[in-house]
């Protein structure tokens, strides 16, 4: 396993449900809404992971619900379904920017809006055809 790999599969999924458990307590009709929501649905997004621009690792993201089930390696295929089909959005993000936002932790714990702020003007989104 890459170390590229190691932040994704490890430090970001361990991130990602710290982060929805914190936010289960403190924001529990949020939460509630969100969970609703996507209870029961099946979902990939996509990550870019690039290095000084350059793509140094795809990531295809499984969830269902607002767990994520699987994360796969080397592949980009991202699908979310919606009443009109089917988007395929993926982010691409520089690695020192990741890593960073992993390090950030107990913001998006404690203040993760204010935190996506910071960090949202260096992520790109982009959706495949």
Request: proline letters at 5%; zero cysteines; a negative charge.
């Amino acid at each position: 396993m890459t170390d590229i790999e190691v932040l994704v599969r490890e430090k970001f999924v361990s991130l990602k449900n710290r982060a929805s458990d914190a936010l289960a307590e403190r924001n529990p009709q949020l939460y509630s809404l969100l969970d609703m929501y996507f209870s029961g649905k099946k979902y990939s997004i996509g990550m870019q992971i690039t290095e000084d621009g350059q793509k140094a690792g795809d990531f295809t993201i499984h969830a269902e619900g607002l767990k994520i089930t699987e994360v796969q390696s080397g592949v980009l295929a991202p699908e979310v379904p919606h009443p009109f089909g089917v988007i395929k959005p993926y982010v691409i993000i520089e690695r020192d920017i990741f890593e960073q936002i992993l390090q950030d932790e107990n913001g998006f714990i404690n203040e993760p809006f204010a935190l996506m702020r910071k960090y949202m003007a260096d992520i790109t989104i982009k959706f495949m055809r």
